[in-house]
């Protein structure tokens, strides 16, 4: 009986020691959450978020002139197919168009004006102090190619249809090139004048790498020894309904972006007549290859590059229990890896996605396929590398008969910094909440990829965002069918640039939490 009633109380003395472990380690989570300010989370705005001089509260003809400004460049179908291949007409219709709709900017004393590549713009804007470090925004004007019986409005019509302006370019990326010229044309015809001189850049082949626009803006500003502030490019949004367990938007300004490599499969096999096929053919084989493929993705690789810091900026914001999760992602990364990975739009952050986009075989109906072939586009995760890949693919596939070849790689690009002192990250955030002071805001990664990648040796602090207002719906329209932005929208991005700028002219931060500005 003794021994029975120490084992019930060793048994008692055991429970009770696992319950204060398990009630220390809860009360260790939940101080964790309440109390967790990630790095770059302690300015809450932007000095008090204080309006500008001069406040975007612009007149009904106003909103009218941006809206048919941006309509007459959505007509232009400014399409590139390929570097060879772009719609010469459209880009010399466009480079005439600007200077009617933007009279100010052109004529301004203030503002340089070159034409680079044929058919790329590069504005410098003079400010009046010349020991502020200038910045640049950068946006393209090219569009991908489309299949109009698809669309439900011609794709070119600008058409206006329910508060929404339909049109290839809307979101990707004319309500960029042409918002950030319309809302420096609006400050000039107020009187404004910088104090910090800025870039503007407009490339017009983005969409097949950017290697004859961008890149030789970049070449001339590195020719003139310019070295910049920091650089805004297209490329993230204000995400509606997307996250999870967030009640609100979440405006996310992509600190990285996603590398690409793309590759060539290939078989080779002897060809017949089809009335004595062989076990075998090369069209069975690289299906086979690309099944694989596509049924084994590259490893979840959650926690290393910047998605990290967008789940833990929100974590405060979110709802119980994600709050708790997201504050503690040492404790539980593989629990959320594993549920960002069922939806399409989270999945392409975690890992290397996988894209099967060319398919090739076949030469007759009644003719054994001598040889087949596809393209697989790889977007690279931030630490993914190109060797690491390849071996990954060869052993998936694991038939030698395959051939696989390289055919274009860009590695991912370094994260830039988003902490309290970084200069152009808080700007950016700042003029987010002068124009949307209910949106939570967070660094992250872009998933594409952009003309940021040619202006490295100009700045380290690369950031992409533009404030459009997407759902889970409207991230499909991105290179897809009945592409749109609502009118409200755009006027918010026109607004937007209009504090950016000014918002730019601060000579240093505020100290955070601050609420004097610092002209």
Same mark, same amino acid.
């Given at each position: 009986?003794?021994?029975?009633?120490?084992?019930?109380?060793?048994?008692?003395?055991?429970?009770?020691?696992?319950?204060?472990?398990?009630?220390?380690?809860? %009360?260790?989570?939940?101080?964790?959450?309440?109390?967790?300010?990630?790095?770059?989370?302690?300015?809450?705005?932007?000095?008090?978020?204080?309006? *500008?001089?001069?406040?975007?509260?612009?007149?009904?003809?106003?909103?009218?002139?941006?809206?048919?400004?941006?309509?007459?460049?959505?007509?232009?179908?400014?399409?590139?197919?390929?570097?060879?291949?772009?719609?010469?007409?459209?880009?010399?219709?466009?480079?005439?168009?600007?200077?009617?709709?933007?009279?100010?900017?052109?004529?301004?004393?203030?503002?340089?004006?070159?034409?680079?590549?044929?058919?790329?713009?590069?504005?410098?804007?003079?400010?009046?102090?010349?020991?502020?470090?200038?910045? $640049?925004?950068?946006?393209?004007?090219?569009? +991908?190619?489309?299949?109009?019986?698809?669309?439900?409005?011609?794709?070119?019509?600008?058409?206006?249809?329910?508060?929404?302006?339909?049109?290839?370019?809307?979101?990707?990326?004319?309500?960029?090139?042409?918002?950030?010229?319309?809302?420096?044309?609006?400050?000039?015809?107020?009187?404004?004048?910088?104090?910090?001189?800025?870039?503007?850049?407009?490339?017009?082949?983005?969409?097949?790498?950017?290697?004859?626009? %961008?890149?030789?803006?970049?070449?001339? &500003?590195?020719?003139?020894?310019?070295?910049?502030?920091?650089? &805004?490019?297209?490329?993230?949004?204000?995400?509606?309904?997307?996250?999870?367990?967030?009640?609100?938007?979440?405006?996310?300004?992509?600190?990285?972006?996603?590398?690409?490599?793309?590759?060539?499969?290939?078989?080779?096999?002897?060809?017949?007549?089809?009335?004595? *096929?062989?076990?075998?053919?090369?069209?069975?084989?690289?299906?086979?290859?690309?099944?694989?493929?596509?049924?084994?993705? $590259?490893?979840?690789?959650?926690?290393?590059?910047?998605?990290?810091?967008?789940?833990?900026?929100?974590?405060?914001?979110?709802?119980?229990?994600?709050?708790?999760? $997201?504050?503690?992602?040492?404790?539980?990364?593989?629990?959320?890896?594993? $549920?960002?990975?069922?939806?399409?739009?989270?999945?392409?952050?975690?890992?290397?996605?996988?894209?099967?986009?060319?398919?090739?075989?076949? +030469?007759?109906?009644? +003719?054994?396929?001598?040889?087949?072939?596809?393209?697989?586009?790889?977007?690279?995760?931030?630490?993914?590398?190109?060797?690491?890949?390849?071996?990954?693919?060869?052993?998936?596939?694991?038939?030698?008969?395959?051939?696989?070849?390289?055919? !274009?790689?860009?590695?991912?690009?370094?994260?830039?910094?988003?902490?309290?002192?970084?200069?152009?990250?808080?700007?950016?955030?700042?003029?987010?909440?002068?124009?949307?002071?209910?949106?939570?805001?967070?660094?992250?990664?872009?998933?594409?990829?952009?003309?940021?990648?040619?202006?490295?040796?100009?700045?380290?602090?690369?950031?992409?965002?533009?404030?459009?207002?997407?759902?889970?719906?409207?991230?499909?329209?991105?290179?897809?069918?009945?592409?749109?932005?609502? +009118?409200?929208?755009?006027?918010?991005?026109?607004?937007?640039?209009?504090?950016?700028?000014?918002?730019? !002219?601060?000579?240093?931060?505020?100290?955070?939490?601050?609420?004097?500005?610092?002209?």
């Amino acid at each position: 009986m003794k021994n029975t009633k120490r084992k019930v109380k060793t048994a008692l003395i055991i429970m009770l020691v696992l319950l204060s472990v398990f009630l220390i380690f809860l %009360a260790a989570l939940l101080i964790r959450t309440y109390t967790f300010s990630p790095a770059g989370k302690h300015r809450t705005g932007f000095w008090g978020n204080a309006e *500008p001089a001069f406040a975007a509260n612009f007149s009904l003809t106003e909103r009218t002139q941006l809206l048919n400004n941006l309509k007459g460049a959505l007509r232009m179908p400014t399409v590139a197919r390929s570097v060879t291949d772009f719609n010469i007409s459209a880009l010399e219709e466009f480079r005439d168009y600007l200077p009617k709709v933007f009279p100010t900017v052109f004529s301004s004393n203030l503002v340089h004006h070159e034409i680079i590549a044929n058919y790329s713009h590069l504005f410098t804007v003079r400010g009046s102090n010349d020991s502020l470090q200038p910045y $640049m925004l950068i946006a393209h004007l090219d569009v +991908v190619p489309v299949l109009e019986e698809e669309w439900e409005v011609p794709p070119f019509s600008a058409e206006e249809q329910n508060g929404y302006l339909y049109g290839r370019g809307t979101l990707d990326d004319k309500s960029s090139a042409m918002g950030i010229l319309q809302a420096l044309e609006f400050l000039f015809k107020r009187g404004y004048k910088p104090y910090r001189s800025f870039y503007i850049g407009i490339g017009h082949d983005e969409e097949v790498g950017g290697n004859s626009g %961008a890149k030789n803006i970049a070449t001339v &500003l590195q020719s003139r020894g310019v070295k910049l502030s920091f650089l &805004l490019d297209e490329g993230s949004v204000i995400l509606n309904g997307v996250i999870p367990g967030l009640d609100k938007p979440a405006a996310v300004i992509a600190t990285s972006e996603k590398g690409y490599v793309t590759i060539s499969l290939s078989v080779s096999m002897p060809t017949g007549h089809s009335s004595m *096929p062989p076990k075998e053919s090369s069209i069975g084989i690289l299906a086979a290859a690309v099944s694989k493929l596509e049924n084994n993705p $590259m490893p979840r690789m959650f926690g290393q590059g910047p998605e990290r810091g967008l789940l833990e900026h929100l974590s405060s914001q979110l709802r119980f229990p994600l709050n708790v999760v $997201m504050a503690n992602l040492w404790l539980f990364a593989p629990l959320v890896s594993r $549920m960002m990975e069922t939806k399409p739009s989270t999945n392409s952050i975690i890992r290397t996605t996988t894209a099967v986009t060319e398919f090739h075989a076949g +030469v007759k109906a009644n +003719v054994i396929a001598p040889s087949a072939r596809a393209t697989v586009n790889f977007r690279l995760h931030p630490v993914h590398k190109l060797q690491q890949l390849l071996n990954q693919i060869q052993n998936i596939i694991s038939d030698e008969r395959v051939k696989i070849e390289v055919l !274009d790689h860009h590695p991912s690009l370094p994260m830039s910094s988003y902490d309290d002192t970084s200069f152009g990250y808080q700007v950016i955030k700042g003029t987010i909440g002068n124009i949307f002071p209910e949106v939570a805001v967070a660094p992250g990664l872009c998933i594409a990829g952009t003309d940021t990648k040619h202006y490295q040796k100009l700045t380290r602090q690369l950031y992409r965002f533009i404030p459009m207002i997407l759902n889970e719906e409207d991230l499909t329209r991105i290179h897809g069918v009945n592409e749109r932005i609502s +009118v409200k929208n755009y006027e918010e991005i026109v607004q937007f640039y209009f504090h950016l700028m000014q918002n730019s !002219d601060i000579w240093t931060l505020p100290h955070p939490h601050s609420n004097s500005s610092d002209l």
